[in-house]
């Protein structure tokens, strides 16, 4: 696939060559250079990744929040005083939107992808590195604004993550809707600026920068997620942006993109003929996509770590890229299953059912393949192995639950219901920050050149496992009893009532799992310091990143880019020294 | 640590799988014609899903357990996979989601593809922070005209959807906000939303279905059991979101025309 046709070859490795001059800048010597406004992919990787983690403790903090509000609607907190039905739906709001862009959509892409995309497909750093660093200072200040939120006359707005209009589009909708609003749109847009220059730069790295004998279907499942998560930012978050300057504009300029004539405590506002439904569209044309630019990376690197840990082959390695594919291609095609409840055509609500349960079909493929990889494995239980079995786990428990909620005869009572806050937190939520996790406990010791401790690593897993199923598996019990989201208080309905002990459970379960988060970030600042040292190759893994120096040199291989004779799925080769085969062994492993 | 992967992931598969079962928290109680076809749907998705969810989760950690690494354990198999194998799950995922989204696909049609039948009670609902407002058309059969400048949500009632009191129509309209309708007689629906978008989720109904500014969306349930049933808002619409509710209350024919004739009377 890579060299094409035939004289393609030398015209390939020239280029790659040329690549690698041209990427060899020197390092840098002062501290702003190389850890501030850095070109390295590592150091700009790292910085995601941190962004992602300061992200993933305030989106948290404000979750926990959520469930005390639930549960003791009249309780003052030291220091924060009430939280009123309004502060609470501005948590709802920013634990959503924090969570999505800054650690779902951050820490797997920005962060992982950064750091070892340029590594394990051989190049010495991505294809444009200033445009690198700038994604990554346009989502930092991205970040800062969608804080500042908080901090403006009628503080965060309380419109929820998907910001409905005209509840977002017009003032005087509740508190929030203001200035608060408004920085969270620009938020947003910034965000998309910088998630399409690094989808830019992804997508080309992937293409031109592969080292010799790097085909692309000799790529790490990884890479292929990394490169198909790239396509899908670059086709969704152009419309994300677009639609954000359109509310924008709605809401500062006078037009009616989103806004029909409205009337407001008895007051007219003064809009005509918008259509609050286009916003829909365009925001879940884009949010549907995001939910596999949430989980695509996290697939590709459990199929990598199940590989690894089982000491076997990938199961369906070809397979395994086609259902990658075809859930980029469907996921496009999806969007309206958020819609069936909106007043869009019922049968447009037909064709977007069967394509949703469609894409059903490559999930399960995956989680067949997952399945067959352990299959007959000599399995290694390492922490990175376990988060990897606990995302198949929940990928499996949060997936099962699609297909109820993409058939709208059954989204008529589900819709809107806790049910879709358990299916989607287990599915995008929990199984993507496994993802992360495993990713973090799998690669620090090539990031840091320290192990990170596995005691901890391991009351972590079992706490958040078990913690996280205690959390969102009740949901979907609330959800089938009717409890719909988004709901401060659950007084003022007779039904709910019967649901507050559940709701009480769901709580204190997320208190322990919570807690439980603390266990990993001391781990990780703890083991940076004081972890025992790590080697070059830990995992015994076969991939390049595992090739290379502890932590790697500045331009990744020491100014030898390796050369690559093996696909990345070497384990338990008979007749083979050890039973891995490393990609740059020139001692070819057999084509299959 | 084989076993007990394999342990907490079948605690969790059936401890999760028997309060589904048992049916501790289940869909409310069903009081439309349409729910019986909705709930089956909803059992049978529920037993088929059951049973990927059990059969997944149970080979994971089976597979946890008797592949783990130890001591005289055989060498890992080198397989890279099975194109067999691959088409035939392939194919097997595709007809069980494909039929099972068809076999839903008539009650949805039934639900939403036909209008409401000639001698449906009609009700419009109108949705606005934090309240549900329902209006009769009165013996004329014809809604009164309503303008958005006279909508004052304080005064409630008539005013509070703007109730153009000038339009021969509308004298004889009836505003409330109690939702009366009568048993085993369709209800056409017409929903309305003065401000931002609400959802009008009748749970014992099996009906939702979003209110939107600048729509009139037309929809129809029947009610098949008397009583009160409890009406919310499913859709995020501000700080009383948790609060915007009503109650639907389903009487004998009798009743209804005895309720609808009085609130006419208090209106002359």
Known sequence: MAGGAGGGKTIMATREFAAHEAHAHAAP??????????????????????????????????????????IWPNITLPLLGDIKPETYLTLVTMHGTIMVFFVLTTAPQGGFGNYFLPIQIGAADMAFPVLNMLSFWVTALAFVVMLGAFFVTGGAPLHGWTGYPPLSAVQSAGPGEGPGADLWIISIALFCIGALMSALNFITTTLDMRTKGMSMMRMPLTCWAWF??????????????????????????????????????????AHKGGSPLLWQHLFWFFGHPEVYIAILPAMGLCSQLVSVFSRKPIFGYKAMVYAMLSIGLLGFMVWGHHMFMSGMSPYSAF???????????????????????????????ASPMLFAIGFVSLFVSG?????????PTLDIPLHDTAFVTGHFHLIMGVASIFGIFAATYYWFPKMFGRMMNESLARWHFWLTFVGTYCIFMPMHYAGMAGQPRRY?????????????????FITFSAFVTIAAQLIFVFNLFWSMKAGKKASDNPWEATTLEWT??????????????????????????????????MQTDPRTVAAH | MGLVVLVVIWLITFISTYFFIAKTWWLPTAASSAAAGIDHHFATTFLLMGIVFVAAQVLLGFFAWKYRERPGAPPARYVHGNNMMEIVWTVLTAILFIGLNLMSSSIWASERFRAAEPGATQVEVTGMQFAWYFRYPGPDGKFGATKPELIDPSAGGESAIGLDTSDPASKDDVVSGTMYVPVNREVELILRAHDVIHSFFIPNMRFKQDAVPGLAIHMHFTPIATGDFEVTCAELCGLGHYKMHGMLKVVSQEEFDKWLAAREAEKQ
């Open chain 1, 548 to 581: 290379t120096a502890t932590p790697p040199p500045h331009d990744n291989f020491g100014g030898h880019p390796p050369i690559v004779y093996n696909g990345p799925y070497e384990y338990g080769v008979p007749g083979a020294p050890q039973d891995f085969v």
């Open chain 1, 488 to 504: 401060s208080q659950f007084t003022e309905l007779h039904y709910l009532e019967k649901l507050i002990p559940l709701n009480t």
């Open chain 1, 351 to 381: 064709a977007f059912s069967i394509m949703t349960m469609a894409i059903g079909v490559p999930s399960a493929i995956k989680t067949f393949n997952w399945l067959g990889t352990l299959w007959g494995g000599r399995i290694r239980f």
């Open chain 1, 228 to 269: 198909i998560t790239a396509i899908l930012g670059l086709l969704a978050f152009g419309v994300l942006f677009s639609a954000g300057i359109l509310l924008l504009l709605d809401r500062n300029a006078g037009t009616s993109f989103y806004v029909p004539l409205t009337v407001f405590s008895g007051q007219v506002v």
């Open chain 1, 29 to 70: 010597q002062g501290f702003i250079r190389k850890w501030v406004f850095s070109l390295d992919h590592k150091v700009i990787g790292l910085q995601y990744y941190f962004l992602a983690l300061t992200a993933v403790l305030v989106g948290m903090f404000l979750s926990l929040l959520m469930r005390i509000h639930l």
């Open chain 1, 399 to 407: 997936g099962i639950s699609g297909p109820f909620l993409a058939q």
